[in-house]
């Protein structure tokens, strides 16, 4: 649940608008279709796992229990609204069901992205792009995730380094965007250099930059540290997870400002793009 991404963009170097009241946000069709979706990504895992053979139904308990705890407590913490609870159960158990050291990967996600949406909050709040108090909603929580736990419950072959680019992306673009915004320096579009306001979609910034290059080292190395993937998978997922955020940017510059695009589409794609591109780097 990253994480992560109601900054309306997790951004990369990409500085996006958050919302523009940081009240809570009302429930949208949208999140309904995510609810839906990630409850139907986890039944799908349960009830037709891949690879086979299924899990015994004892080893289920307890990725069962902890993720929803994990869930409750990212509510109470006001990091997911009730909604964004409910996405992220679901796509923390499908991670959890299937290596409990991806859970503990996504934990990583949690906390750096909610560190990152809480520095320099009352700036944020001045500029009217701080992240909603109520945190963040279904439809931004699969967006962010989705493509993780879709990869995650496929497991094709590397599934591992690919979930761990997704997440790398998801992390990555979250904190440039909000470290850029708690500390602006000079921001220019990524698509003509030209400077512009902090919070642009597609905006990028050197401070931005630096974040997520150090966001997505770290669920690198995590990886690498639990055992997950290789010192060479490591690399592959810190050069896709921050190549997506640059993809991010560049959605947002040319889509996204345009209004082809909303925020939640650029993410899911973004985060797509880091799988491929991962998925292509092995």
């Known amino acids: 649940m990253a994480v992560s991404k109601s900054v309306p963009s997790r951004c990369t170097i990409h500085l996006r608008p958050s919302m523009l009241h940081p009240g809570k946000r009302a429930f949208r069709p949208s999140d309904a279709a995510a609810i839906l979706f990630t409850a139907a990504l986890a039944a799908v895992f349960v009830a037709a796992p891949l690879p086979r053979p299924a899990p015994a139904p004892a080893r289920m308990l307890l990725p069962l229990v902890v993720t929803a705890v994990f869930a409750l407590l990212a509510a109470l913490a006001r990091g997911v609204d009730l909604s964004g609870a409910l996405a992220g159960y679901a796509i923390a158990f499908i991670l959890a069901a299937r290596d409990l050291k991806l859970f503990y990967v996504l934990l990583i996600v949690f906390a750096v992205t909610f560190a990152a949406t809480r520095l320099g909050r009352e700036r944020k709040q001045e500029m009217r792009k701080a992240e909603a108090r109520g945190g963040r909603s279904a ?10 736990a879709l990869v995650v419950m496929l497991a094709p072959a590397h599934w591992p380094v690919m979930a761990l680019a997704a997440l790398a992306e998801a992390a990555a673009d979250t904190s440039s965007s909000e470290i850029g915004l708690a500390f602006p320096g000079k921001t220019v579009l990524i698509t003509n250099w030209k400077a512009v306001t902090p919070g642009m979609d597609g ?63 650029v993410n899911l794609l973004s985060t797509a793009a880091s799988v491929g591109i991962a998925a292509v780097s092995l």
């Open 203 to 265: 905006a990028v910034s050197l401070l931005g930059t630096v974040a997520a290059i150090l966001a997505a080292a770290l669920i690198a190395a995590s990886g690498r540290f639990l055992g997950l993937i290789s010192s060479r998978q490591a690399v592959v997922v810190l050069f896709a997870g921050f190549l997506g955020t640059l993809i991010d940017s560049l959605l947002g510059a040319i889509l996204e400002r345009r209004g082809y695009l909303n925020n939640d589409l």
């Open 139 to 148: 439809s931004q929580v699969a967006a962010n995730l989705g493509a993780a």
